[in-house]
């Protein structure tokens, strides 16, 4: 036999029998995760288990298993789209709403070798129904609960996902975001959570609120998986994510320091802070007070108008896309739909959000397009991008929630301390969160807030402070 002939057979063997191996260490891996998500799930995270996990494994033979996510378990928010399956946005109106194909966000993450093994429960309808809401509560899959203390909150509305990963069933889950949604649940359960720049990726097949903000976004046990994970999300890009991780990313960065947000002094949260603070100087970064966000509660008071006119528009656009077996074909089907089924969809609070979008009209003033255009300039060029230009910053931080707050489903949440994810969710941009430890046992996430499409550059700082933080 040519020997040149000998060395290629002996190589391509080789390869087979570790793609071989790869895949058998992948399904004892799958197998574990499932019987996790089956019996370990003391949070209420999980809302379904899918049936194929194991067929999954199997249709990774022959993928490079350098694939971004190869053999990585990945749990989905019950709002995006998995063929097959049911995607509910937790109500019981949508239980009928059996995908026909996967998201495209699902099919990249497929395609980049992540095995899909459940649903995810989250707030109902991603927490756009009622003033009064309980984050974490579903009449499809009921309360989810903080992984670190089951009588606090786990946030919304990606609850389940942050609570899944935060618990450690698994490492990897998709939530989406529109203001707060995946950013506030990764804080206050413990983990790392990115809401890219809005329109990197794509948001077919997600039940909608507002095409101005929605997103999908990774939540994550570390930085490096969130990266990993935006490798699938966003492929083809010039420069990988994970590529651009480095433990000096923080030297001789300026960062703003939003000091409106700053916890209450002498607060648990306060002193956990400040040593945050304290660890990104002594990774190098320059530290810039900023004291003021101008116009900050006028744009908070324009999104609302906002999200409630486009969420109108949007539910109905998608619910007009549903299968014929969904019943409820408009907002006003949804509507009808709960106050036949009060006791199951409206035991602890009511409708009062999708009342005022319903009221909200096409002819209202200004025009949509009018409006969502002056939001995204109040809050990106004349907001982040503003602030970052005067105080010659490349970042800006802060403290990314409050304390989780104690779960009242009587009277609703009761939200602790301050929230900076309202300029990054009206302009757009991203908004990375990365734990800062624990007060009081409770954790605190650390904002990284960019420009458009700086998501290189927010997890490479948050890398740089997670691995510091580690040491």
Not at 335 to 347: D, G, I, K, R
């Amino acid at each position: 036999m040519n020997p040149l002939k000998t060395s290629q057979w002996t190589l391509g063997l080789l390869g087979c029998l570790s793609a071989c191996q790869s895949t058998t260490n992948v399904e004892s891996s799958i197998e574990a995760t499932l019987n996790r998500l089956q019996h370990e799930d003391q949070t209420n995270a999980i809302l379904a288990i899918v049936p194929d996990a194991l067929e999954q494994v199997r249709a990774l033979e022959g993928m490079d298993p350098n694939q971004p996510l190869y053999g990585q378990a990945v749990v989905v928010k019950d709002n995006i789209h998995i063929k097959g399956m049911a995607t509910t946005a937790g109500s019981l109106a949508l239980a009928n709403n059996i995908a026909k194909q996967d998201a495209p966000v699902v099919a990249r993450l497929r395609n980049a070798g992540a095995i899909i093994v459940g649903k995810t429960n989250l707030s109902e309808w991603a927490n756009f129904r009622s003033t009064s809401s309980t984050s974490g509560w579903s009449s499809v899959g009921g309360l989810t609960t903080n992984p670190l203390d089951p009588a606090c909150t786990a946030c919304g509305s990606s609850s389940g996902s942050g609570a899944a990963v935060g618990s450690g069933l698994v490492q990897i889950a998709l939530g989406t975001e529109t203001d707060g949604s995946v950013t506030c649940p990764a804080a206050m359960c413990g983990i790392v959570g990115l809401k890219p720049t809005v329109g990197l990726l794509p948001t077919e097949g997600v039940v909608p609120i507002s095409k101005n903000q929605d997103t999908v976004g990774p939540m994550t046990t570390s930085v490096t998986l969130a990266a990993h994970t935006m490798d699938a999300l966003a492929p083809n890009q010039t420069n990988s994510y994970a590529s651009g991780l480095s433990r000096d990313a923080l030297k001789n960065v300026r960062i703003g320091v939003l000091r409106h947000h700053d916890p209450e002094p002498k607060s648990p949260e306060a002193d956990l802070y400040q040593r945050s603070l304290s660890l990104l100087e002594e990774q190098g970064a320059i530290l810039v007070d900023i004291e003021e966000i101008p116009g900050l509660g006028r744009i908070q008071r324009l999104e609302w108008t906002l999200l409630l006119r486009e969420f109108k528009r949007e539910i109905n656009l998608y619910l007009a896309s549903t299968p014929k077996e969904v019943k409820s074909r408009t907002l006003s089907d949804v509507m009808a739909f709960n106050v036949a089924n009060t006791e199951l969809v409206m035991p602890y609070f009511g409708q009062e959000v999708f009342e005022l979008s319903e009221q909200t009209s096409d002819s209202d003033e200004p025009a949509l397009e009018t409006l969502a255009r002056q939001l995204k300039r109040l809050a990106g060029p004349e907001g982040i991008d503003a602030l970052l230009n005067q105080a010659d910053c490349e970042i800006l931080v802060a403290p990314t929630f409050g304390r989780p707050w104690n779960i009242d489903l009587e009277n609703g949440d009761n939200y602790e301390g301050s929230s900076c994810t309202t300029l990054p969710a009206v302009s757009g941009y991203p908004h990375l969160t990365v734990p800062m430890g624990l007060a009081d046992g409770l954790p605190l996430g650390l904002s990284f807030i960019g420009t458009a499409f700086s998501e290189s550059a927010l997890l490479a700082a948050g890398y740089a402070f997670e691995q510091a933080r580690a040491n």
